[in-house]
């Protein structure tokens, strides 16, 4: 048994994992804003230009054993993550344009930096994407494949992997691109069988973003949906995640306003002060901005965002706190701030014998600066599931939600939105893989 503060539990240990030698090769899908502060912010970091502030698996430390122990080594000695310098960058979009200039578009970094990086970045091209304006109603773009149905696509997409694969040893798709509109799962997406057919058929249901998962997964390749669309969360992708052990996890980077909201509602909750409304509003002048603003694609990111109250709540359980809650979100399209949005939070509180209070909250974020850390973290830590035999063929990996605005669960299961519950449970997966005492904070031990 461990001691108290640590639970009893000693796992096989981390001799099973496999190393991380040689190349990840990371696909991005979507070459855009957050695409791009990622690869040149990777790039930056390793020329020693600038720090991976944001990112846990390059600044975190995790403590092993008790508190008097003074043992808390960083994340990335204690796991065997990949390394910075053996990351190889690729990725599809719609537009030609080349990693530096679509940085320079962006505008996200300053001017020099991206002057610094160009003879890099311009190396890394688009390879033609997969695309439907029926999906992503703003945009429209030249470099887009072509094919008899949707399979026909998808065995494209996956001659793309494999053709990458060759170049590297190991391989992690991330989903970076435009937001598609609202789909909810439908029979097609139910069972593989059912999912092929579609693909035949053409389905309506089945969106791009469906066919980069089927054909990463189908290569037994992680898949990180950076986006709130409908693109694993369906039983099909389940099933073809764990027969091929290639993890998956939820979607929607949790960057800005909802990790704001994950950090303050179990505050409340905590403390058993009532909710009755939270309202949140945010202006940003990007082209995910732009996307945004058509009211399918608005509607996809609305349900994503509006998820995380409900359960961190729990009303059923509450009724007296939250049952009245009105809860709003808008996103309002503003070109002149570009990438520094701005969002809103009012909300209204209420305490002893129900007299209301309100907390305004202003945050002045930088979309992309806040998700490039998180998209790293996700494609290090999918690669590190890939590798850890315990947790590859499980399919999704929930120890990933920290990350996540609709973190996926186990069906039956609701999802853990609080970001503490989120954060430990993380380092205690990454414990365990080591074989390692977990941690329970009991801690009466030292009381002895
Ligand atoms: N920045 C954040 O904080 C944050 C948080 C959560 C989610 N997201 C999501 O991340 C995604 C990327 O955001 P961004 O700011 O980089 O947007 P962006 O518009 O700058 O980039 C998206 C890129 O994807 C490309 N694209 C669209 N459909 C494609 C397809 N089918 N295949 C290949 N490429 C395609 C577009 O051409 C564009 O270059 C968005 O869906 C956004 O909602 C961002």
């Not at 020693?48 to 994340?75: C, H, V």
């Not at 179990?266 to 002060?273: D, G, H």
């Not at 509006?306 to 809860?327: A, T, V």
């Not at 929930?398 to 939105?417: D, I, M, R, T, V």
Request: hydrophobic letters at 40%; a neutral charge.
């Amino acid at each position: 048994m461990g001691t108290e503060e640590q639970g009893g539990h000693k796992t096989a240990g981390a001799s099973n994992i496999a190393p991380a030698t040689g190349k990840l090769g990371v696909m991005v899908v979507g070459l855009g804003a957050v695409a791009t502060t990622l690869i040149a912010g990777v790039e930056a970091v390793r020329r020693g230009l600038a720090k991976p502030i944001g990112s846990l698996t390059q600044m975190g430390t995790i403590r092993l054993g008790k508190r008097t122990d003074n043992n808390s080594p960083k994340i990335k000695d204690f796991v065997p993550l990949a390394d910075l310098n053996d990351i190889v960058f690729t990725g599809w979009d719609i537009f030609t344009d080349n990693v530096y200039e679509s940085a320079a578009h962006a505008e996200v970094l300053n001017k020099e930096l991206v002057a610094q990086l160009k003879p890099y970045l311009e190396t890394i091209k688009p390879i033609p994407a997969v695309f439907d304006q029926y999906y992503v109603k703003r945009l429209s773009g030249v470099n887009v494949k072509k094919g008899k149905n949707k399979r026909d696509l998808a065995e494209q997409l996956r001659a793309d992997i494999r053709a990458f694969k060759k170049t590297v040893d190991r391989v992690v798709v991330l989903w970076a691109a435009s937001t598609e509109i609202f789909i909810t799962p439908k029979a097609v997406h139910q069972s593989i069988e059912a999912f092929e057919k579609g693909m035949e058929n053409n389905d309506i249901d089945i969106a791009p973003s469906q066919l980069y998962a089927y054909a990463a997964l189908t290569e037994g390749v992680p898949f990180v949906n950076g986006a709130p669309n409908l693109t694993v969360d369906f039983p099909a992708m389940v099933e073809l995640s764990k027969r091929n052990a290639a993890p998956i996890c939820g979607k929607d980077f949790k960057t800005g306003q909802t990790m704001m909201k994950t950090v303050l509602a179990p505050a409340f909750k905590a403390r058993m002060l009532g909710v009755s409304g939270w309202f949140s509003t945010n202006i940003l002048g990007n082209r995910d901005g732009e996307v945004l603003d058509d009211p399918q694609s608005f509607k996809t990111k609305e349900e994503s965002k509006l998820g995380s109250l409900d359960y961190i709540f729990q009303p059923e359980l509450y009724p007296d706190l939250y049952k009245d809650l009105y809860h709003k979100i808008r996103i309002n399209y503003y070109p002149p701030r570009g990438d520094q949005k701005e969002a809103w939070d009012n909300i209204d509180i209420f305490g002893w014998l129900g007299y209301p209070m309100q907390i305004k909250v202003n945050f002045l974020c930088r979309d992309s600066i806040l998700a490039a850390p998180v998209a790293l973290d996700l494609v290090l830590f999918m690669d590190l599931a890939k590798r850890t035999p315990e947790l590859r063929s499980i399919g999704i990996q929930e120890w990933l939600s920290f990350y996540l605005k609709s973190p996926q669960s186990a069906p039956g299961l609701y999802p853990e939105h609080d970001l503490f519950i989120q954060s430990m449970k993380l380092k205690n997966t990454l414990r365990h893989i080591m074989g390692v005492n977990l941690i329970t904070h009991l801690g009466l031990e030292y009381y002895d």
